[in-house]
């Protein structure tokens, strides 16, 4: 039996994405299978008909590689004999480049050609193969299905929109593998490609002088980018139909993109490498642009590219190290970096010295830099920067030397050696990078010693106690930055003053003076005391080179330098090693957080915070080496520990708390088992890291490390894990599921069906579960079935449903209505969900009626505005569009009905920021309460037109520059500073900084600059500048600030009190009750002349309490619950009037030693609520309404059922409540407790009185409150 099998994924162009993740795999024949077999008669001819000989056809199982092949003989026959499966068919030729099969049934219409055979028997395929692609040497090509194919047609124009004759275009992605459908453009610049259906980018080129120019990669609409790696526009769809129109701009002309790169290669002895084949791979923003070229006679190779940088990588039995010469030295890292800026590039030599070996990639590094340190006559101290050697290597580079001693920081003893006439004696034999040493020099005139810094001596280990290194970081650096990586661990440092034979001391707190360190430079040797041992990375002893999109605002450039070296210190502290090729690129908006792709660390500019991950996946790759990292699981799962671990080292947030909140409640969403996690459409990032924190407590102390330290000696990832863990891959699986269950079981599913208004599934329809409020949302995609099944905890949901629609992806609407969905929110059906799962949801997504609204976006003189982003904000129910305009400022989204208003998106010089709404008159306003509401009344809303007073181009914006003070001239840290437009220009927001200061960006006009600022009673409004006084209290008058063509300075706001964090004081101390108990759960308030310095704190079990609060006067008041206790008077006296409470000053200082015992004077209730079957009922209001004077008390009952709280005395009408529904209740009679009708009742409770309540629930809420189903209450 033959048939066509599912299709299969395209293995990725990409070497690593997220993480290095190869894997082996074996071949498993299923039980008995061995004795069926099918054979597979094929039939080679060509696209006459001919008989074709020679070709190979062979049979592959994805990820394990290749079954069975067969030569075409003179009849053009061969036959391939396979087990039961599925099989891939590939064809080995040197002469034609495609495949196409013909026999098997192929129903669902797939291209890649797998087949699938079943029984014992024979079957007949035959494969026309022919010549559509120019290629060189023998290679395999993927067989294919005949299928439909699709036009794919468009222009391909220039900076100038000039259409460009000759570009070469390429069509590659899903499902085609190998050589992709390719042509050229015609004089009008146009192109025509043929594609089956399927997904795809355009890779864009040029031939030179036979070699090709890459100008980059065209997707979705014609979106242009120079690199494939985290290339963020989506695909070019095609789907049953062709794609026309499709216009690719590109930045530049051919020539500007086409920059010459040439050189020459020869081994260590100067000999010519010819016919070697080289790699130029894109850094940057070129990541993914991979050339590839060879060299020719005497070595001379070139190639093309853009501006930007490149690595070489040479494939050569030469000789196992490769070094670039010829080229200035680019930072601290040790990757070479060819920076192609502006011209052609020539001069290059690459020298490829060592050991011969077998053919093998050899990445070409920069030469190491040098260093020269003068030596005295006499003592010196210095660093040894260079590679391991033996002590003979000193004594020859500085003849002069007598001798040289080191310091060995586990026994706390020196070791030396020295020159005699019998040679060099001592116990010092070995140099290691980053040994310090003192060394005695003879004769009377200084001696120059040169020689190499290697970044590997940048890392050296410290014991406990005094250790002599090396200094190998920054030049000239001061002891505050070298030493601040070492923190409390550090007890002293001197250095040795050469001149004068004395030493120069640091001692962290110290004061500097003019016989203590100020400065170090590189190859100086330094005394280093610790409290601990551990392994130090010298501050810019390793510097990864970080490369900027040109996008990338210079303020947000500013905090990545330094969170790259606090990851690697502190990485190398902890496995005493770094990656000395990683480098980082910082991209404007990649799609995504960050990945790794050897040897680059790619981040977005919002995701300063994901270094730490993916430098993980580096030290990954960088240990297992060419063996592979392992399992997808292990590598994300790793990768998330560590970090987490580096974050809770910082100071950041704590390991445990984070794994507990966070970590493990998030593992609860999917029901997959580690196991099954093997590819990243799989794979869950917190249940990896649940099983990995699992390993860990399985595992010797290094046993994560040590598995990646063998993995390359290892065939097998499961081998190594066994090696480095000691259990089995199965065991660990079954030991996994078990703690899974007891720690993070998966959550209940809510599961059903969409279908469209004729019954069909929905295929890859979204279903989100939205907890009420800003909860938490969780998210599938419907099956080929248009089933769903959405793990989530409990609570109350409403489903989203999101649909392919005329826009793409749109959020349609919600499960609710006749037929299980509707566009209204207010109809959506609230989801209890429970402990227990849910089936049977179905949703009938009806035909829907799409409206569209369309405008313009238009700069002062007409001119359309690219880029602009529109997000239309509801006003009432329906969901929410969002658009941005194209090169004409044009937009389109589309909508179900309802009123929006528009919110506009500009770039800004703090990037992308909120600027201002569709407004009335010119169509723009900068303030919200102008903005124009759009009403679609069930018809398309078109001829929008939005008009900018000013250009909004980011080079258009000024600056409004001050700083705030305090009362005292202070500086206030952490001001927010808005500008707020008085006219129609917009303006942003800023936080002052350290120093007070401040720097917000508008478009010329007139603002008021309003202040917020963190208060003890949270972030608020706290006034603004006022010229005159410099301050005004929020509500008074405002000074306006005209900013022209320049930025305005100078500006001083003066606030009435300390708001900064560093000005505050600590409140702080103990409640107990009468009893002398601490008293938990009371609320103390403090109330000062100004509102802005108010505060409340709430005491804990120990009864305990505290806050950070301006430094004035206070007086403080307590409530417990919902019951005022009073004002203290101190002496531990307690009133009902503020007027006769004690004013407790702070401005001296913190008052942290309080004693509050007031009496309690508070009543209190307290019981439970039960249903109708006598089970606890959570999340029920209980209601008390005062009759008189008195505040209302509102309890929420908790897991158990329970409810309890203090309150004033007096009397109360009772209400129990489910989502604001009066529940039928009843409670036995209890003094006080007076039934009014079946869900009311009256209370009395008198001072100091406790009165508990069983409460049973008479009728349940569904049968109570279904008629208000659909309802807003």
């Known amino acids: 039996m033959l048939r066509a099998g599912s299709r299969l994924v395209p293995p990725t162009a990409l070497l690593l994405v997220g993480a290095v993740v190869l894997a082996s795999g074996l071949w498993v024949e299923r039980a008995g299978a061995q004795e069926t077999r099918h054979e597979l008669q094929v039939t080679v001819v060509g696209e006459d008909g001919g008989l074709i000989e020679g070709v190979v056809v062979a049979a592959f199982v994805e990820g394990e590689g290749e079954k069975q092949r067969g030569h075409a003989g003179a009849d053009g026959q061969l036959r391939l004999v396979l087990h039961e499966g599925s099989y891939n068919l590939r064809m080995l030729s040197d002469t034609y480049s495609d495949c196409t099969v013909f026999g098997p049934e192929n129903p669902e219409g797939n291209w890649q050609a797998v087949v699938t055979v079943a ?18 040497g023998n290679r395999w090509h993927p067989c294919h299905f005949d299928v439909p194919y699709y036009p794919l047609q468009g222009t391909i124009l220039g900076p100038g929109d000039e259409p460009l004759e000759g570009i070469s275009l390429l069509a590659f992605g899903d499902p085609i593998e190998g050589l992709g459908p390719r042509t050229t453009t015609g004089p009008d610049g146009t192109y025509a490609l043929e594609v089956p259906d399927g997904s795809y980018r355009l890779r864009v080129f040029v031939t030179i002088e036979g070699t090709e120019c890459l100008l980059g990669f065209a997707g979705f609409e014609g979106s242009y980018s120079y690199g494939y790696t985290g290339f963020k526009p989506g695909p070019i769809d095609v789907q049953g139909a062709g794609v026309t129109g499709l216009t690719v701009r590109l930045p530049d002309t051919p020539a500007d993109l086409c920059r010459r790169v040439e050189g020459r290669a020869t081994d260590g002895a100067g000999e010519p490498l010819e016919e070697v084949q080289l790699h130029a791979n894109g850094r940057g923003r070129l990541l993914g642009r991979n050339i590839s070229f060879r060299t020719g006679e005497q070595g001379a190779f070139a190639f093309y590219g853009p501006d930007g940088t490149y690595a070489i990588n040479v494939f050569t039995t030469a000789g196992s190290d490769c070094t670039v010469r010829g080229l200035e030295q680019r930072g601290r890292g040790s990757t070479t970096a060819l920076a192609v800026s502006g011209a052609d590039l020539g001069g290059i030599d690459l020298v490829v010295s060592g050991e011969e070996t077998d053919t093998r990639q050899v990445m070409c590094l920069r030469p190491p830099e040098v260093v020269t340190t003068n030596l005295a006559p006499g003592w010196n101290l210095v660093g040894w920067t260079e590679a391991e050697a033996d002590i003979a290597a000193l004594f020859e580079a500085v003849p002069q030397l007598e001798s040289a001693h080191a310091w060995d920081g586990g026994s706390q003893a020196f070791t030396g050696a020295s020159r005699s006439a019998s040679g060099i004696t001592g116990t010092l034999s070995t140099l290691q990078p980053g040994m310090g040493l003192w060394l005695y020099v003879g004769g009377e005139d200084p001696v120059g010693w040169t020689r190499e810094i290697l970044v590997e001596s940048g890392l050296v280990p410290l014991a406990e106690g005094w250790n002599l290194v090396g200094w190998s970081g920054r030049e000239g650096a001061g002891p505050d930055d070298i030493f601040a990586s070492l923190a409390e661990e550090l007890g002293a440092v001197a250095t040795w003053d050469a001149a004068t034979g004395q030493f120069l001391p ?3 707190g110290a004061p500097a003076s003019g016989r203590t360190v100020q400065r170090i430079n590189r190859g100086e040797g330094i005394w280093v005391h610790t409290s601990n041992a551990r392994q130090w990375l010298q501050p810019g002893g390793f510097e990864p080179p970080i490369e900027y999109h040109p996008d990338v605002a210079l303020e947000t450039r500013a905090s990545f330098p330094d969170a790259v070296d606090s990851v690697l210190a502190y990485f190398a502290d902890r496995f005493g090693l770094f990656v000395p090729s990683v480098e980082v690129y910082v991209g404007d908006d990649m799609g995504g957080c960050g990945f790794f792709a050897l040897p680059t660390v790619v981040l977005a500019e919002s995701c300063v915070r994901a270094i730490a991950h993916e430098y993980v996946h580096a030290i990954q790759a960088h240990v297992a080496g060419r063996g592979g990292t392992g399992p997808v699981w292990m590598t994300e799962g790793v990768a998330n520990r560590w970090s987490a671990q580096y974050y ?45 924190d699992w390993l860990a407590t399985l595992a010797p102390t290094d046993g994560i490390m040590a598995y990646y330290r063998q993995r390359f000696s290892h065939e097998t990832w499961q081998e190594a894990f066994e090696s480095a863990f000691g259990i089995g891959v199965e065991e660990f699986y079954a030991s996994f599921a078990a703690h899974r269950a007891e720690v993070a079981a998966p959550y209940p599913r809510l599961s059903g069906t969409v279908v469209d208004a004729n019954g069909r599934p929905l295929v890859e329809a979204g279903v989100r579960a939205q907890a009420e409020g800003e909860g938490t949302r969780y998210s599938v995609l419907t099956l080929e079935d248009g089933s769903f099944a959405v793990p989530v905890g409990p609570g109350r949901y409403v489903l989203e449903v999101n649909l392919d629609g005329p826009e793409g992806w749109q959020h349609a ?46 700069g002062p003189d007409g001119q359309g505005l690219e880029g602009i982003h529109l997000d239309a904000i509801p006003r009432g129910d329906y969901a929410a569009p969002a658009a941005t305009t194209d090169e004409r400022g044009a937009f389109s989204m589309v909508v179900l009905g309802g009123s929006f208003d528009l919110y506009l998106y500009g770039d800004t010089p703090r990037g992308r920021r909120a600027i201002g709404w569709y407004g009335r008159d010119s169509g723009f306003t900068p303030l919200s309460e102008d903005r124009e509401t759009i009403d679609t009344q069930g018809q398309d809303v078109t001829g929008i037109t939005i ?25 206030q840290e952490g001001i927010e500073v808005d500008a707020y437009p008085v006219g129609d220009t917009p303006g942003l927001a800023a936080t002052t900084d350290d120093a007070g200061a401040f720097s917000v960006w508008v478009l010329p006009g007139a603002f008021e600059l309003h202040l917020r600022a963190d208060t003890p009673s949270g ?154 079957d006598g089970r606890p009922m959570k999340g029920l209001q209980l209601q008390g309404w005062p009759q008189g004077a008195g505040r209302t008390v509102f309890l929420e009952t908790d897991e158990s059922g329970g409810f309890d709280s203090y309150l004033d005395p007096g009397a109360y009408r009772l209400w129990l409540l489910w989502d604001q529904c009066p529940l039928d209740w009843t409670a036995p009679d209890r003094r006080g407790l007076s039934q009014t009708t079946s869900y009311l009742s009256r209370l009395s409770i008198g001072v100091s009185e406790e009165i508990e309540l069983p409460i049973r629930v008479t009728r349940s809420p569904s049968e109570v409150c279904q008629r208000l189903s659909g309802m807003v209450v």
């Open 119 to 136: 029984g014992s028997g024979s079957s007949q395929v035959r494969v026309v193969v022919a010549r559509k692609q120019s290629f060189t």
């Open 506 to 508: 640091y001692v962290p």
């Open 648 to 692: 809770d080292a910082i100071g950041d947030r704590p390991y445990e708390t984070h794994f507990r909140d966070a970590v493990l409640p998030a593992s609860r969403r999917t029901h997959t088992p580690v196991e099954g996690m093997l590819s990243y459409d799989s794979l869950n990032y917190n249940v990896a890291h649940v099983a990995i």
């Open 813 to 858: 609407g919600w499960y609710g209505g006749a037929d299980g969905f509707t566009p209204v929110k207010s109809e959506a059906e609230i989801v209890h969900m429970g402990e227990m799962e849910i089936t049977g949801i179905a949703i009938k997504v009806p035909n829907l009626r799409w409206h569209r609204v369309e405008g313009v976006v238009l």
């Open 947 to 971: 008009t900018f007073p000013v250009d909004p181009a980011a080079s258009q914006w000024r600056r409004i520059q001050g700083v705030v003070v305090g009362p005292n001239g202070e500086p």
């Open 1019 to 1172: 972030r608020r409004n706290i006034g603004s500048y006022n010229g005159d006084a410099g301050f005004a209290p929020f509500g008074d008058p405002a000074s306006i600030v005209e900013v022209g063509t320049t930025d305005v300075s100078g500006i001083r706001i003066n606030l009435p009190l300390p708001l900064s964090a560093s000005s505050q004081r600590r409140v702080g101390g103990i409640v107990i009750n009468e009893e002398g108990q601490p008293w938990e759960g009371v609320t103390i308030y403090g109330r000062a002349a100004e509102s802005l310095a108010d505060w409340k704190v709430t005491t804990g079990a120990d009864g305990r309490f505290e806050a950070m609060v301006p430094a004035v006067e206070y007086q403080v008041g307590l409530m417990a619950d919902e019951c005022v206790v009073g004002w203290y008077e101190g002496d531990q006296r307690f009133g009902v009037s503020r007027d006769d409470a004690r004013v407790l000053s702070t401005e001296d200082g913190d008052l942290d030693d309080l004693i509050l015992r007031p009496p309690n004077n508070c009543a209190r209730i307290k019981g439970t609520v039960v249903g109708t």
